[in-house]
Every structure is written in C-alpha cells, then in structure tokens.
C-alpha cells in the first residue's frame, strides 16, 4: 500500500517535474522554477512559489478586513444622519405628490454616485437607471441632460453620452455632508441648468444588505400647474392660498428650488449610506473569498512539500538498495 | 466543509433579520407609479424600474367632515424630525406676511416662513424655536408640515453676540458695494434684528 501510495505520489509531481538534462542548465533568476539543486544535485521541488501566493493573499485579506472595519465605522457615523433627514422631503410628496411618468420637454437626469470604488455594484445600478430614464424620455421635441455628481458616473458616462452631459460634480465628501454644502450645489445646478423635471438617481439605504435605486421627482412650476389643470393625479394647487409675495408664482418658485435642494440633501445622504453598506458587504466577501483562497493554497503547499519529502527519500532509499545489490 | 456550512447557516438568519426595512421608513401602497412601471417595462424590459418616494411614504388621512380637535404637526430640519405628528392646540408660524397662528381646521395654505419665532401650544406648555427660513403647508386635514432649514429653541441664543452680529451687518451694509454684497448684508441684518426681538420680546 504503501508503494501504491508513493506511486501516486510520483504521478501527481510528473507535471511538476521538467525533464533533465545532463548539461545542468542554471535556470535564470528571472524565471522561477519549480525545481532547484541542493547539495550533490539532489532535487527539491519548489514551495517558493506557492508560498509567496500564501503571502500575498493573506496580505489582501488583512486589507480588506482593515477596509470593512473602515467602511463600518463610517456607516455607523452617516446613518444616524440619514435617518433623520428622511423626514425632510415627505412633506414635498405629500403637498405635491410625485409624478414620475410627467411627460415633459427638458428632462433632467441628476445621477448621484461615490467617489470611491470597490462598493460593488451600486454605481453600475444608478448609471444603468440614468440611462434608463433617458431612452424612456426620449422623443421628438424631448431632451434629456445629465448632471453628474461623483466619480464613478461620470467614467461610465462619459464614454457614451458625452454631449448630453452639463455639470460634473465631484469629491463630494471631502468635508463631512451638510445641507448648507448641498444647497449651494443646488443653488449651482438650478442656476446653470433649464429644466422641467429634475429626476434624481439614487440609491436609497434600506438596511445593511439592501439598497434599493430610486428616482426622486421634482418639477418645475409650470408643469406642477400644467399638471394640476389637467386633472392630472398631482393635487390642486389652487385650493392652497399662497400667503405672501407679491406673486403666487413667485412663492411656488421659491417652493420648488426648496424641494429640490431638500431632496438632494437626502439622496446624497442615502447615497453615502448606501455606499459604505455595499462597500462593507463587497470587502466581506473578498475576505472570505481570500480565506478561501488560503485554504486551498496551503493543501497544495502541503502537498508540494510532501512530495518532495518522498522524492528525497526514494532517491536516497533506491540509491542504498542499488548499492547492496 | 462543515465549517462552511454551519457558517452559511448561521448567516442566513442574520441577513433574513438585517434585511428587514427601519421603522422610519413605512412602505405605502403605491398608487400613481402604475403609468411610470408600464413606461419602463416597456422601453427597458430587462431591469426592475426604480422606486419613487410614494412608495417610501405613508399616506396622509383624508380631510375629515367635520373639524379635528387637535393640529397635527410635522416640525422637520435637515438634521432631525423636531416634532413628527405630534397633536398639538395650535402653532404660531413666523410667516412672511406676519405671525400667522394655525388652529385645526385652517384653510390650505403656502406660506413662506421669515426668521422668527415659532411657538407650539399644547395644552398649557409652550414650546418656542427661532426659526431661520422655511416654509409651511397646512392641509385641509388639519395637518401642519413646518421645513424650516434650521431651528434652535431660544434658551440657546447669547444676547451679546447677537448684537455683535447686528452691529457688524450694519456696518457691512453701509459700506457695500455691489448689489450681491448689499442683499447678504440685509439678509445679515433682518435675521439678527429678529434675533434680538425674539430674545427681547
């Protein structure tokens, strides 16, 4: 049994082993082998190249433990924020309610995305919904426009819808995300963009593991009015007195770039949220993926040492019985 | 292997229980998304449509025959929910065109809030806040929603800095130049002036 297991052994190094030749060709420090000589030419086979994989995936699986920790500490910080913002934009909805299917001329796609990599797929998913609601606005006399707010959106977009695109926001997070930050983002996008839906593209933080895309719908004054006329599903504006002003138009101007900037404020929070839960949950799976890794490449470090061990000793074993004859 | 598996195990529980929706968020029934889902389905059959906020949000009761006996008030800021559906007497809101008291059973209004104080009355207690900006809705079933950008209750105010502020945005006043420095000075101003008859009167 114990021949049968050596000759298993002898079969499972055959692709290990070149072939050698008499004229000892010294292997280039360039190109490791498998093989390398000990003292009177005896032959070891190599673990330095599986033990350097060992090295590497162990160093990848402290980085992204590190990463999750990182990514968990900052949930927790951005949560707390996001939940009570979310009480920000029901009143909107509520006034107003939301009309995504509102059919208009200028349509404005906002894309809200991280900066960062390595969270997944959630930036693939806003990118996929932006583009979404472009084909599905698309039309004679319609245009669609992109704002873009982080990173990752702007590579993914910018390869294909290049001209559509207005305004490029990034490096959102620099600072700590407040509402005075947003609005003036706000204040920019209004000022520098015509539009008759705003149509923002978030994810919406849902729990740890989920993180459901969103579309936020704002629309301008005279669509909410053209609406509201036709009997549409939005609510009557005109059963609300306007206090104030010198025009009612006026206070509803103002009420939208409100809207707006309180519904930004919350799907970048959202966003935020989103993005470390899914980062968290990729750098997770990475390290188990590593472990396992690991676990596979110390068999195969054990198997390799293992065989070595048994050349040597057949070498050595069938070399002293040749000598006894 | 078995590591593995009893690993599997005791995960899936836990993310059965994480992926459980907070309580913040209660979803409704949705109702105008129908026309935008058969919009998306048909241009882009592959993906699921996103969401839309009505989904996020419990619906409101309808407008009641006869008049409620309470206000109910929804006080919200970018950073918190002061007051959400709280039942309350009445609510003296700082609107452009004066303080404008709400009792339940007010007429639907818009109203743009200036800075000033806003005060809550329920029963006997009287909750005050210095509201900066903001605007208010009252619907027709007697529920109040308040946005005001920032709100802080009075005892936080120092007198002596707001007269600093007050002093410094008059001076600013006088000596700017252009139109945009003019408009943040009085801006400075009118805050600053109600600041100090909130905290004097």
């Known amino acids: 049994m114990a021949m049968a297991a050596l000759r298993r052994e002898g079969r499972r190094l055959a692709p290990l082993i070149s072939p050698r030749t008499i004229t000892a060709v010294r292997s280039s420090p360039l190109y490791p082998t498998l093989e ?55 009143p909107f909805t509520a006034l107003l309610g939301d009309l995504p299917s509102a059919d208009v001329k200028k349509n404005v796609v906002v894309t809200i995305s991280s900066d960062k990599g390595l969270c997944g797929g ?43 695109i207005e305004l490029i926001i990034t490096e959102l997070q620099k600072n700590p995300l407040n509402y005075t930050q947003v609005s003036v983002l706000a204040d920019e996008i209004l000022k520098n963009v015509e539009y008759d839906a705003l149509r923002i ?43 104030g002003g010198e025009t009612k138009g ?13 519904t930004m404020f919350n799907a970048v929070l959202e966003n935020a949220c989103s993005e470390q839960g899914a980062r968290m949950s990729a750098m997770d799976s990475s390290s188990r993926n590593a472990g396992d890794m690991l676990d596979r490449l110390t068999l195969t470090y054990n198997r390799t040492r293992q065989a070595s061990i048994t050349t040597e000793l057949i070498e050595i074993i069938s070399g002293a019985s040749a000598l006894e004859g | 292997m078995l590591r593995r598996a009893s690993m599997l195990l005791a995960c899936r529980p836990i993310l059965a229980a994480r992926a459980r929706p907070f309580s913040t968020d209660l979803p409704a029934a949705p109702s105008a998304d129908a026309t935008f889902t058969e919009a998306w389905t048909k241009v882009i059959p592959n993906m699921d449509p996103p969401k839309t906020p009505l989904s996020f949000m419990q619906p409101r009761p309808p407008t009641p025959s006869s008049i409620p006996s309470k206000l109910t008030v929804n006080f919200v800021l970018p950073y918190a929910s002061e007051l959400a559906t709280k039942e309350v007497d009445m609510v003296i809101v700082p609107a452009t065109t004066g303080q404008m008291g709400v ?58 800095l707001v007269q600093k502020g007050l002093a410094e945005f008059t001076s600013k006043l006088s000596s700017a130049t252009t139109d945009l420095e003019k408009a943040e000075a009085q801006i400075g101003i009118d805050v600053h002036s109600a600041l100090n008859s909130a905290l004097t009167g």
């Open chain 1, 250 to 262: 006026e206070i509803l101007q103002n009420l939208a770039e409100f809207q707006f900037s309180c």
């Open chain 1, 122 to 164: 959630i930036n693939s998913t806003s990118v996929k919904i932006s583009k979404g609601l472009h084909k599905l606005n698309s039309g004679p006399e319609k245009e669609t426009k992109y704002v873009i707010l982080g990173e990752k959106a702007k590579a993914q977009l910018v390869r294909d819808s290049k001209k559509d």
């Open chain 1, 36 to 90: 390398d000589e000990g003292p009177l030419g005896v032959r070891h086979i190599s673990t330095q190249v599986v033990r350097n994989r060992m090295k590497s995936v162990k160093n990848i699986q402290k980085i992204t433990k590190a990463m999750k920790m990182v990514a968990a500490s900052k949930l927790r910080a951005i949560q707390t924020k996001t939940e009570n913002s979310r009480g920000l934009w029901q």
């Open chain 2, 103 to 160: 009792l339940p059973g007010h007429v639907a209004t818009i109203a743009e809030l200036k800075p000033g104080v806003l005060s809550v009355h329920e029963g006997s207690e009287m909750t005050k806040y210095f509201v900066s900006s903001g605007f208010v809705f009252i619907h027709a079933n007697s529920f109040a929603d308040i946005i005001a950008v920032e709100a802080v209750p009075l005892d936080r105010l120092d007198v002596n």
């Open chain 1, 201 to 243: 593209v978030f994810n919406k933080f849902q729990s740890v593991v989920s993180f459901v895309p969103t579309v936020s719908t704002v629309l301008s004054t005279e669509i909410v009015e053209r609406e509201a006329e036709s009997g549409g599903k939005l609510v009557d504006l005109d059963s609300y007195e306007v206090e």
